[in-house]
């Protein structure tokens, strides 16, 4: 093959890439391919083959390379069409994934407004302009889409309840702080493409009569904010942010990476200056929200989603996935396995297809899977065939959460993994409420007496208790789903438990105590 072939190359300069080193593997190429262009874009997925090009060819086929470094050498290869380091995307992974939320992730630079608009940017917006409000909330609802933040609420209800409020000022809210162990969806959505992020909000703000819009996002993502602020000037400059005659104001404010802002409550009350804790509910943030007007929370993914439901269709987007849950849905994977990074399923996809068959974990090895971050359970190997959707995950005492997904090995202690998630849960727990403050950390000291050999069978009754009086008890999804991790381990994991405190030790050799 000749260097005429080559049409342009991409280097994925998402926060997984640059960490590999990939903005100096960008500056080389551009450096040494001048008559080639050479773009910057967002992130394929494949963060295990970071740094990673892709040379797009003539005739539109594409040779990708991974683990490239800023060196001479490997930039010749690329640029001859070389056979070192090229790489193939699995072809079992092919076969399970549906890519469409991510469809131009690591194909646009997310930094040129005419490269979204250029592969049907905007014309989901486009069409529900076109549309009354409330035909673009009832399109919402046909689609089957579920908030993708984690509690699974049917989007479309939540859409009709603020369109219901008659007011002269209502919010809508993107929740973007993105606070799970091993999570990564939507930092790599806000990165890859802001504007299909904000096309959904401009498309709820017209359905429900929004006349403000906030995007909450975590400090410790500088790339998303930057590229959304261009992409924020960028839909001013071109008036799409003036929906039915008025102009929408779109700001992003900052958070400082509390967990427990993830709580709608809690986001509103960091949004307005105040700490960030959650209160009772009712009122609901749709009927007293931010600086008490009605007010709407979405996270990053589900607005995500809007833009294909308008644009394809309410019944192309309902054809995918389950029953009970529509479309696709991205993971993060994690942990025990040979190709970690992002990945996009139709719901309904098993825990196998995901683990075995796109992550390449190995089946001798796999113990367990951890899915929803802190809030969400363990499942033993020997479930590795449930399927991913949010009422076959909460049968089995986990969660899908927002899209966290961590495998872990033989090597792995359940009680000392039960462990590392509560310590998360007690240092993030804003403290308002007593079970919440009080008991997690109760539920830390016990295992941390098993942990290091001096548990006894008592205290794993005691533990079981306290987990459900703080489920029951707790103010806020914080401390409602906190000992889910310690629930699901007891369920599946119990003979670990005794062995610590019967037999003083440790199954999996991980407590050194």
């Known amino acids: 093959m000749s260097q005429a072939k080559i049409k342009k190359i991409r280097v994925g300069v998402a926060s997984c890439g640059v960490a590999a080193g990939a903005d100096a593997v960008l500056e080389l190429l551009r450096s040494r391919s001048e008559s080639v262009p050479v773009e910057g874009t967002g992130c394929l997925g494949h963060c295990y083959a970071e740094p990673m090009v892709e040379v797009v060819l003539d005739g539109g086929n594409s040779v990708f390379y991974r683990n490239v470094k800023a060196e001479n050498g490997y930039i010749d290869n690329i640029l001859s069409l070389g056979e070192k380091d090229r790489?193939?995307?699995?072809?079992?992974?092919?076969?399970?994934?549906?890519?469409?939320?991510?469809?131009?992730?690591?194909?646009?630079?997310?930094?040129?407004?005419?490269?979204?608009?250029?592969?049907?940017?905007?014309?989901?917006?486009?069409?529900?302009?076109s549309m009354t409000p409330a035909e673009v909330v009832n399109e919402v609802k046909l689609s089957g889409l579920r908030g993708r933040g984690g509690g699974g609420f049917p989007t479309g209800t939540k859409w009709s309840?603020?369109?219901?409020?008659?007011?002269?000022?209502?919010?809508?809210?993107?929740?973007?702080?993105?606070?799970?162990?091993?999570?990564?969806?939507?930092?790599?959505?806000?990165?890859?493409?802001?504007?299909?992020?904000l096309e959904g909000m401009l498309i709820a703000a017209y359905a429900t009569g929004a006349t403000k819009l906030f995007i909450y996002c975590r400090a410790e993502y500088p790339m998303a904010i930057k590229h959304l602020k261009i992409a924020i000037a960028q839909i001013q400059e071109h008036k799409l942010n003036v929906i039915a005659g008025r102009e929408l104001e779109i700001i992003i404010k900052e958070g400082a990476g509390a967990f427990v802002c993830g709580e709608e409550t809690a986001l509103i009350a960091s949004l307005e200056g105040q700490r960030g804790t959650p209160r009772f509910r009712p009122p609901f943030p749709t009927d007293r929200g931010w600086q008490g007007h009605?007010?709407?929370?979405?996270?990053?993914?589900?607005?995500?989603?809007?833009?294909?439901?308008?644009?394809?269709?309410?019944?192309?987007f309902a054809s995918i996935g389950t029953e009970g849950s529509k479309g696709t849905k991205l993971f993060a994977l994690a942990g025990d396995l040979k190709n970690p990074g992002l990945v996009e399923v139709p719901m309904g996809t098993t825990l196998r297809e995901i683990v075995f068959d796109i992550g390449g974990a190995d089946p001798e090895k796999v113990k367990a899977v951890q899915t929803?971050?802190?809030?969400?359970?363990?499942?033993?190997a020997s479930l590795i065939d449930?399927?991913?959707?949010?009422?076959?995950?909460?049968?089995?005492?986990?969660?899908m959460g927002s899209g966290g997904l961590i495998v872990m090995d033989e090597t792995t202690c359940m009680v000392d993994i039960a462990k590392f998630f509560l310590e998360f849960t007690v240092d993030e727990s804003c403290?308002?409420?007593?079970?919440?403050?009080?008991?997690?950390?109760?539920?830390?000291?016990?295992?941390?007496?098993?942990?290091?050999g001096k548990g006894t069978l008592e205290d794993i009754d005691k533990l079981e208790e306290l987990c459900y009086y703080i489920k029951e008890n707790s103010l806020c999804g914080l401390g409602q789903t906190a000992p889910n991790p310690v629930l699901s381990t007891l369920k599946y994991y119990r003979d670990e438990y005794i062995a610590h405190v019967t037999e003083h030790r440790c199954p999996a050799g991980a407590c050194k105590a």
Do not use: W
């Open 386 to 399: 449930t399927p991913i959707d949010y009422d076959s995950l909460i049968a089995i005492g986990s969660m």
């Open 294 to 316: 009605p007010s709407m929370i979405n996270n990053v993914e589900t607005f995500g989603n809007v833009p294909l439901i308008l644009r394809e269709g309410a019944t192309a």
């Open 161 to 197: 309840f603020l369109a219901a409020k008659d007011t002269p000022e209502k919010i809508l809210i993107c929740n973007a702080d993105e606070g799970d162990p091993g999570a990564f969806m939507d930092r790599s959505l806000m990165e890859s493409v802001p504007h299909q992020v």
């Open 87 to 129: 790489f193939e995307i699995p072809p079992a992974r092919k076969a399970k994934e549906l890519i469409k939320v991510l469809a131009l992730a690591g194909r646009i630079d997310p930094t040129r407004f005419e490269d979204y608009v250029e592969n049907g940017g905007y014309d989901g917006l486009k069409r529900a302009l």
């Open 372 to 380: 929803g971050g802190p809030s969400g359970g363990c499942i033993p």
């Open 431 to 452: 403290g308002k409420c007593t079970p919440c403050r009080v008991g997690t950390k109760r539920l830390l000291e016990i295992l941390n007496k098993i942990t290091s």
